[in-house]
C-alpha cells in the first residue's frame, strides 16, 4: 500500500495527532491567537471575567460557589474545544509534513562547470545551476531535466512507488528535489533558490503556516461577528431591564447567556473546515496554493478536460479487423500480427493483442522467423515484415494506395469503403498489404476510460459543463465526445483557442477549471479559475496553475471539484446547525431566568429542566460539548452527492437545519438528567 493512501486512512483521532493538538491547544489560548477568531475571543474574554469574579467572590464567600466554578469551567473548555478543533486539523497537516521533511535532507550534489564536476552542498546551488545526476543519487533541487532520460523513483513526494520517466525536451523534464533517479542520468538545471522550492511550498503549506482566509471565510466570519454584536448589545441592555422586572441576574448568567447565543459552534469550527479542506486534496495528493483555489473549485461551472490521457486511455488501440473481399478475418489477423511483432509502440502491441485474443494466434519470435523488419519512417508512412516469402506492410491509406501502385496493383473499392467508415466514426484506419494486395482493414480507436460517462453525468447533475479539448479534427471529436457523454468539445485546438474558451465563459459569469501539463497549456491554466497542473509536466505549467497533481492524473480534477463543493457544503451545513441551536438554547436560559419574576414564561420550559441552574449549566455544557461531537465531521467533511443546488440546499435544510433543532433538545435534557443525578445543579 502507498504512503498516500495509509495517509487517506489515518484515524481521525490519531494517537499522536491528538497529543499534538491537546498541547497547541492551550498555546492558542494566547489573546493575539484568539482575536483572530471574533467569537471564540468574546468567549474567551468571558471566561476569563468569570474566573476573576470567581476568584473574588471565593475569597470572600460570596456567590454560588458550585454553580460560578462549573459556569467558569464549562466556558474555558469551550474555548479549549474550539482551539482543538483548530489544531486537529492542523496536526493533519503537520503530520504529513513531517514525512516531506524528512524528504527534505541535505544532499551532496554535482555541479557542472567547465572544468568538470564540482561536488558541493544541495544548499549550495542556485537559480540556474547544472547539476548531474547518476542512477542511485538524490536529485538536489527543483529544475528541468536538459539532458538524458531516466527512471525516477517520486515516492517521497507523491507516495507511489512506481517510478516514472524524466526525459528533456518534451512536457515531461520537470523534476522535484527529494527525488531519486533510478537509472541512467540526468543533467538538471536548478530552477529555485534554496528555500524557495516545490517541496519547501508543500511543506509550508501542508502545515497551513500560510494560509490565508479565503472571500467566503472572510464574509462569514463578517456575519458571525455582527451576529456576535449584536447579542452582547442585546444580553448587556437585558441586565437592566432583568433588575427592573425584579429578577436581578448575575455576570455568569449573563455570560452564560451571551456564550449560548452567539455562533459558538461554528465559530469554534470554522478555521478547521478550511484547513482540513486543504489537507483533504493533500491526502488526494494534490498541493494548492491557497485557500481560494479549493473554494472556487467547489463553484465551477465549466469544466474543461483534455481528451488523450483523461478522457481516453491515451494510446489508440486496435478494435478490430475488417478483411477485403476474398479475405478471411483469420488471414488479416495473421498478416496484421506478423506485421505488427517488432513494432514496440502501444498501438502496435495492441494489434498483436488483438489477433491473439480473438483468433487464438499467439505471437511468433522473430529471431525463430529469420524475418527482416521494415521500420516505420516519416517520409513511406508505414511498417512491415519480410518473412518465409511474405512481404507485409501496414501503414496510413494514402501511403499504402502509392505503395500498390508501386505493386501495380490498387486498392479495393470495399476497402476504400470500409476506410471511409472507419473515419466516419471516430476511428484511424490502418490498411495491411501483403504481396502487392490490399487485405483489408485495422481499426485504431481511442478507448475512452471505464465509467467516464456516469461520471459526466454526475457532473451534469451537479450542473457542470463539459467541455473534452483535443487536437483531433472534428469529426473524431465529435465521435469521442458522443462515446464519452461530454456536454460539448474543442477540436484542433491551440493554445489561444484554449484561453478565448476560458474567457468566453468568464464573461458570462462562470468559474472554470482546467487541467493541463505542457509550456503551451500555461496561459490557459493562468486564466482558469481553477488551474490544475501535472507535477510531471513542465516547469511553467506549475507555476501558472493554482493547484499541482503530485500524481499527474488529470482524471483527478473531477475528484478535485467534489472536495471543493464538500468544503462549502460541510462550511454551510455547519452554520445552519450552529444557528439553529441556539433556538434550543434560547428555551433552555430565558425561562430559567426571569420565569421567577414572570410564571407564564414557564410554558416556554418545553424540555422541563429541573431547576434553573441546571437550565443554565446544560446549556453551558452542551454548548461546549457540541463542538467535540462535531469535530470529526469537520475534519471528513459532510458527505457529498451529485446534486443540484437546489436539492442540496433542501437535504441540508432538513438535515442540518431541522437537526440543529431536535438535537440540541434532547441534548440539552440529557445533560440536565445527568447532572441533576450526580447533584451539580
Not at 279 to 299: I, M, P, Y
Amino acid at each position: 500500500m502507498s504512503e498516500s493512501n495509509h495517509r487517506n486512512q489515518r484515524s481521525i483521532f490519531d494517537a499522536h495527532i491528538v497529543r499534538r493538538a491537546s498541547v497547541d491547544a492551550l498555546r492558542k489560548l494566547k489573546p493575539t491567537a484568539m482575536m483572530r477568531n471574533p467569537v471564540m475571543f468574546v468567549v474567551e474574554a468571558g471566561s476569563a471575567l468569570t474566573t476573576v469574579l470567581f476568584v473574588r467572590d471565593a475569597l470572600v464567600h460570596r456567590g454560588n460557589f458550585s454553580f460560578d466554578l462549573q459556569i467558569t469551567l464549562w466556558l474555558w473548555f469551550t474555548v479549549l474545544f474550539a482551539n482543538f478543533a483548530e489544531a486537529m486539523a492542523e496536526g493533519r497537516g503537520k503530520a504529513q509534513a513531517d514525512a516531506l521533511r524528512r524528504a527534505k535532507a541535505e544532499t551532496t550534489a554535482y555541479r557542472v562547470t567547465r572544468s568538470g564536476l564540482e561536488e558541493v552542498a544541495s544548499s549550495a546551488l542556485r537559480l540556474g545551476d547544472l547539476v548531474r545526476v547518476e542512477a542511485s543519487q538524490m536529485i538536489p533541487g527543483d529544475g528541468e531535466v536538459v539532458e538524458g532520460v531516466a527512471s525516477v523513483d517520486e515516492s517521497a513526494i507523491t507516495g507511489e512507488s512506481a517510478p516514472v520517466i524524466r526525459e528533456a525536451g518534451g512536457d515531461r523534464s520537470a523534476v522535484t528535489g527529494g527525488t531519486r533517479v533510478l537509472s541512467d542520468f540526468l543533467t538538471v538545471r536548478i530552477t529555485s533558490n534554496p528555500g524557495e522550492t516545490f517541496l519547501d511550498r508543500m511543506i509550508a503549506l501542508v502545515e497551513g503556516a500560510k494560509r490565508q482566509k479565503t472571500p467566503n471565510e472572510i464574509a462569514l466570519n463578517i456575519l458571525l461577528s455582527g451576529l456576535t454584536i449584536i447579542f452582547l448589545l442585546a444580553v448587556v441592555t437585558l441586565e437592566p431591564f432583568a433588575s427592573y422586572a425584579g429578577a436581578p441576574q448575575t455576570v455568569f448568567v449573563l455570560i452564560s447567556l451571551l456564550v449560548c447565543l452567539i455562533p459558538t459552534t461554528i465559530g469554534g469550527l470554522l478555521s478547521a473546515i478550511g484547513i482540513a479542506g486543504m489537507d483533504r486534496l493533500v491526502q488526494h495528493n494534490v498541493l494548492a496554493t491557497s485557500g481560494r483555489a479549493v473554494e472556487a473549485a467547489g463553484d465551477v461551472n465549466t469544466l474543461l478536460l483534455d481528451k488523450t490521457g483523461t478522457i481516453t486511455i491515451g494510446n489508440r488501440q486496435a478494435s478490430e479487423f475488417v478483411p477485403a473481399p476474398g479475405i478471411t478475418n483469420e488471414q488479416l489477423a495473421d498478416a496484421a500480427q506478423l506485421s505488427s511483432l517488432p513494432d514496440e509502440t502501444p498501438e502496435g502491441r495492441s494489434v498483436v493483442v488483438l489477433a491473439k485474443t480473438r483468433y487464438g494466434l499467439r505471437g511468433r519470435e522473430l529471431a525463430q522467423l529469420h524475418a527482416e523488419f521494415v521500420p516505420f519512417s516519416a517520409s513511406t508512412r508505414m511498417s512491415g515484415i519480410d518473412v518465409e516469402g511474405r512481404s507485409i506492410r501496414k501503414g496510413a491509406v494514402d501511403a499504402m494506395s502509392r505503395y500498390l501502385e508501386q505493386c501495380g496493383s490498387s486498392m479495393p473499392v470495399q476497402v476504400r469503403a470500409s476506410v471511409e467508415e472507419i473515419a466516419r466514426s471516430g476511428g484511424t484506419p490502418l490498411v495491411v498489404v501483403e504481396n502487392g494486395r490490399a487485405l483489408g482493414v485495422i481499426h485504431l480507436k481511442d478507448v475512452v476510460k471505464g465509467g467516464m460517462r456516469e461520471r459526466f453525468t454526475q457532473l451534469r447533475a451537479m450542473g457542470i459543463r463539459t467541455i473534452m479539448i483535443t487536437g483531433d479534427n472534428p469529426l473524431t471529436a465529435a465521435a469521442i465526445a458522443r462515446e464519452a457523454g461530454v456536454d460539448d468539445f474543442l477540436a484542433e485546438a491551440k493554445p489561444k483557442d484554449k484561453m478565448d474558451l476560458i474567457r468566453r465563459e468568464q464573461a458570462e459569469g462562470k468559474l472554470v477549471a482546467m487541467t493541463g501539463d505542457g509550456t503551451n497549456d500555461a496561459p490557459a491554466l493562468a486564466q482558469a479559475d481553477v488551474g490544475v497542473a501535472m507535477n510531471s509536466g513542465t516547469q511553467a505549467a506549475k507555476e501558472a496553475g493554482n493547484m499541482v497533481d503530485l500524481d499527474s492524473d488529470p482524471t483527478k480534477l473531477i475528484e478535485i471539484v467534489g472536495i471543493g463543493k464538500q468544503l462549502l457544503m460541510t462550511r454551510g451545513a455547519l452554520t445552519t446547525f450552529s444557528i439553529a441551536n441556539d433556538v434550543a438554547k434560547y428555551f433552555a436560559i430565558i425561562p430559567a431566568m426571569f420565569a421567577g419574576a414572570f410564571p407564564v414564561l414557564n410554558t416556554l420550559n418545553i424540555m422541563r429542566l429541573h431547576s434553573p441552574e441546571s437550565a443554565i449549566l446544560s446549556a453551558v455544557i452542551f454548548n461546549a460539548l457540541i463542538i467535540i461531537g462535531l469535530i470529526p465531521l469537520a475534519l471528513r467533511g459532510v458527505g457529498y452527492r451529485a446534486l443540484s443546488a437546489a436539492a442540496l440546499l433542501q437535504r441540508n435544510l432538513l438535515i442540518y437545519g431541522l437537526g440543529g433543532l431536535i438535537v440540541p433538545f434532547l441534548g440539552i435534557k440529557l445533560v440536565d438528567i445527568v447532572i441533576t443525578a450526580i447533584h451539580l445543579a
